[in-house]
T-cell receptor
Framework: DQQVKQNSPSLSVQEGRISILNCDYT??????FLWYKKYPAEGPTFLIS?????DKNEDGRFTVFLNKSAKHLSLHIVPSQPGDSAVYFC???????????FGQGTRLTINP | SAVISQKPSRDICQRGTSLTIQCQVD?????MFWYRQQPGQSLTLIAT?????????ESGFVIDKFPISRPNLTFSTLTVSNMSPEDSSIYLC???????????FGSGTRLTVV
């Protein structure tokens, strides 16, 4: 039972353009969502998060959008840079549960 | 954020043997977790390591196969017991003081069972 799904295993974007990574979830009780970024041979690092009471959160080049009715969130990176090339995981949690449920990850490649 | 040192970074083990992975955090943390990432898969939570008591295991994971210790607020170990090739994965430790945002991950242990 995959409660958090990232249906695109990979994405290739030209440098300077917008990267859009998508994530769907099935459990309507999730109330906190996060994006992590992972480079090879390193652990995931926290990137940005959003609470279910919001529909948008912005941090520099990174913006996360949440559509609760569609159970969908997305991460926008503008402009995309070569250093953004990594695997991106979305994750969800229940308040009070502390633990995270992760999607399968999307490998983002930024081409010069 | 906490900084995690995870050891070993990789190992190749014979089937039937056991491997213990260590996770050391540079500060006291409330929560510590162990994850597994199989090739091409997401990070799957194995268990929550509880300080001074038995770990809380997720469905599909049992203490006999993955015994976990957490003697204090900065250290935990995960043992992969009686290994088979299906246990070949990356194992990751995670720790933090609050939900999600504050969680830091170790660099992972790449385990190959032959």
């Amino acid at each position: 039972d995959q409660q958090v799904k990232q249906n695109s295993p990979s994405l290739s974007v030209q440098e300077g353009r917008i990267s859009i990574l998508n994530c769907d979830y099935t459990n309507s009780m999730f109330d906190y969502f996060l994006w992590y970024k992972k480079y090879p041979a390193e652990g995931p690092t926290f990137l940005i998060s959003i609470s279910s009471i919001k529909d948008k959160n912005e941090d520099g080049r990174f913006t996360v959008f949440l559509n609760k009715s569609a159970k969908h969130l997305s991460l926008h990176i503008v402009p995309s840079q070569p250093g953004d090339s990594a695997v991106y995981f979305c994750a969800a949690s229940l308040q009070g549960a502390q633990k995270l449920v992760f999607g399968q990850g999307t490998r983002l490649t930024i081409n010069p | 954020s906490a900084v995690i040192s995870q050891k070993p970074s990789r190992d190749i083990c014979q089937r039937g043997t056991s491997l213990t992975i260590q996770c050391q955090v540079d500060s006291q943390v409330t929560m510590m977790f162990w994850y597994r990432q199989q090739p091409g898969q997401s990070l799957t939570l194995i268990a929550t390591a509880n300080q001074g008591s038995e770990a809380t295991y997720e469905s599909g994971f049992v203490i006999d196969k993955f015994p976990i210790s957490r003697p204090n607020l900065t250290f935990s170990t995960l043992t992969v017991s009686n290994m088979s090739p299906e246990d070949s994965s990356i194992y990751l430790c995670s720790a933090g003081a609050s939900g999600g945002k504050g969680y830091t991950f170790g660099s992972g242990t790449r385990l190959t069972v032959v």
